[in-house]
């Protein structure tokens, strides 16, 4: 069911920028591009959704590839609240989210 | 102010002692979903309700069940939980609207099988 595939770790410094990778190469044109992270004992939260061009919230900003086969989820400076696990998800025009194993940050002061 | 809640945050039960989870929302959304999540794993998705339509995933086990008498709330029904059921079940909601909206996820019920 997972269509996405994302490192299973990453490390930042705090402060920095992180850049965290996701590839699904299977995606189709009406797919959306999700993010989602996950603290631990809490339920995951939504942090930003795409289709084709890139976006910026108040939590990260998601850059799309031009063939939307890969994406990237980016922090733009890292704090120790953005340790979590991260989920990059797509959405077709059903009503399923199938989380992929995601990649589990960790922020280094 | 929450807007999925789970209740209980917590539950202890026996082996083969049925369970109920339950969910609420003030989102008034039309589509509510059941994950079972292990431990170091990924949220893996039960089932779903669009409004009043259940729509079952085809490895979610006879085990477990579901219920929505209205928009506002959604139970999950465990009948005889066994020990590899011991998880943290998250409940969550979207507006339905396509492949736009986002899920909103409550806080989880964390279920401990003896």
């Known amino acids: 069911d997972a269509k996405t595939t994302q490192p299973n770790s990453m490390e930042s410094n705090e402060e920095e920028p992180v850049h965290l990778p996701c590839n699904h190469s299977?995606?189709?044109?009406?797919?959306?591009i999700h993010w989602y992270r996950q603290l631990p004992s809490q339920g995951p939260e939504y942090v930003i959704h795409g289709l084709t061009s890139n976006v910026n919230n108040r939590m990260a900003s998601l850059a799309i590839a031009e063939d939307r086969k890969s994406s990237t989820l980016i922090l733009h400076r890292a704090t120790l609240r953005d340790a979590a696990v991260y989920y990059c998800i797509l959405r077709d025009e059903g009503n399923q989210f199938y989380f992929g194993t995601g990649t589990s940050l960790t922020v280094i002061p | 102010d929450a807007m999925v809640i789970q209740n209980p945050r917590y539950q202890v039960t026996q082996f083969g002692k049925p369970v109920t989870l339950s969910c609420s929302q003030t989102?008034?959304?039309?589509?509510m979903y059941w994950y079972q999540q292990k431990s170091s794993q990924a949220p893996k998705l039960l089932f779903h309700y669009y409004d009043k339509d259940f729509n079952n995933e085809a490895d979610t086990p006879d085990n477990f069940q579901s219920r929505r008498p209205n928009t506002s709330f959604c139970f999950l029904d465990i009948r005889s939980p066994g020990l590899g059921d011991a998880a943290m079940y998250l409940c969550?909601?979207?507006?339905?609207?396509?492949?736009?909206?986002?899920?909103?996820f409550g806080e989880g019920s964390r279920l401990t099988v003896l």
């Open positions: 969550a909601t979207s507006r339905g609207q396509g492949a736009a909206g986002e899920l909103f």
């Open positions: 989102l008034n959304h039309n589509v």
């Open positions: 299977t995606i189709s044109g009406t797919d959306y």
